[in-house]
Structures are given as C-alpha cells and as structure tokens.
T-cell receptor, first 116, second 112 residues
C-alpha cells in the first residue's frame, strides 16, 4: 500500500487566500484524522471522521476551517480566508477501527503551509 | 485534565548504547498506547502499538512496555545507531473518552 498520501507537500500563499489540503487515506481504513503541528503547540487534533462522517470537530480553531470527506478515499481541509497564524504542518492520518477504537494510526508526510 | 509527560525531553548518547525513553500519564486509565518516531520535516512513523490486552510489544531492536497500574510506558532501544536519531512520541487512548492524548516527544541524538 502507498500509505497515506497528502498534497500539496508545500504551500506558500498570501493572507486572505483560500487554501485546500488534500488527503487520500490507506485503503480499507475507516478512520481519518486531520492534525496540525507547530513548534509552540505541538500536535493538535483538528477533526476526525469515521466512515466518512465527522465525529469530533472540536479542535477546528475557527469557522475559517472546514473539512469534508465525500468518500472513503478522499478528504479535504480548507482554510478560507487564510491568516499568517495558520502557518503550520498539517498532517492527515488514517486507521482501521478495532472494536470501538480507531486502532493503529498511520500518518502522511504532511503539508507545510506558509501564509505570508 | 489528562496529560502525558515524556522524559527526557532530549537525549544524546554514543552509538551502541541501550537506552530507555519514558512516557507517563496523569491518569492511569489507558486503553492502548502507540509509539511513533518523527524525523525532521517528515510525518510520524508508527513504531509499536500496545493494545489493551497486551503489556508489551517488540519490533527488532525496539521493545515497548505498558504498565497500566502506574500509567507508564517505556520504549527500550537496544544497540542504538545514528539512524535512530529522531523525535519519539507516545500517544495513548484513555478509557474514559477514547481521546488520543499525545506526549511532547523526546528528541534523541545518537552520536557516531
């Protein structure tokens, strides 16, 4: 399997622009997570999906952030409008559920976002 | 609030040494625990997952154990190599709410 695939790997944009990050989870995985990582705050869970349904979006910082999972093989995280404080590495992770838990997490390589 | 402490925050040792990284939870009600490594500019790579019915897992030179009674996990690395240099993070699911709680990581440097 190719693992979790994220795009773009790097994105540089100007404040106010819309940013869309994409993720393809591992085939057969029913959980998908979006994380953000910064030096100051470490890893933060933004939102996660189970069977394409958003389960917990309490980590989404503001209404400027939105995430969708239209099918089992694709998810997007959108920031509109972007701000400099959104600069971070955004990770997507997926897992196959065991019992009622998400199971072992596998991460993508991340999308490094810089908002000028 | 559940917190995870990883000790030490940073560690630098000569190649060949055996070493132990620690992970402690304020609440011992851990359901399962996963260890990851992260190389600079890269994503997180899963190393070991200790499930609720297990006490330890081994993969090559790595051994992770989980003591639920004390809320502690250790990651043992045998015969360390420069390629082991990375940041190691632990994350655990809590019994109470199945939230995954993350440690801040241990930055490990193995000197040739």
């Amino acid at each position: 399997d190719a693992g979790v695939i994220q795009s773009p790997r790097h994105e540089v944009t100007e404040m106010g622009q819309e940013v869309t990050l994409r993720c393809k989870p591992i085939s057969g995985h029913d959980y998908l997570f979006w994380y953000r990582q910064t030096m100051m705050r470490g890893l933060e869970l933004l939102i996660y999906f189970n069977n394409n349904v958003p389960i917990d979006d309490s980590g989404m910082p503001e209404d400027r952030f939105s995430a969708k999972m239209p099918n089992a093989s694709f998810s997007t995280l959108k920031i509109q409008p972007s701000e400099p404080r959104d600069s971070a590495v955004y990770f997507c992770a997926s897992s196959r559920g065991t019992g009622n838990l998400p199971g072992e997490l596998f991460f993508g390589e991340g999308s490094r976002l810089t908002v000028l | 609030k559940q917190e995870v402490t990883q000790i030490p925050a940073a560690l630098s040792v000569p190649e060949g040494e055996n070493l132990v990284l620690n992970c402690s939870f304020t609440d011992s009600a851990i359901y399962n625990l996963q260890w990851f490594r992260q190389d600079p500019g890269k994503g997180l790579t899963s190393l070991l997952l200790i499930q609720s019915s297990q006490r330890e897992q081994t993969s090559g030179r790595l051994n992770a154990s989980l003591d639920k009674s004390s809320g502690r996990s250790t990651l043992y690395i045998a015969a360390s190599q420069p390629g082991d240099s990375a940041t190691y993070l632990c994350a655990g699911y809590m019994d109470s709410n199945y939230q995954l709680i993350w440690g801040a990581g241990t930055k490990l440097i193995i000197k040739p």
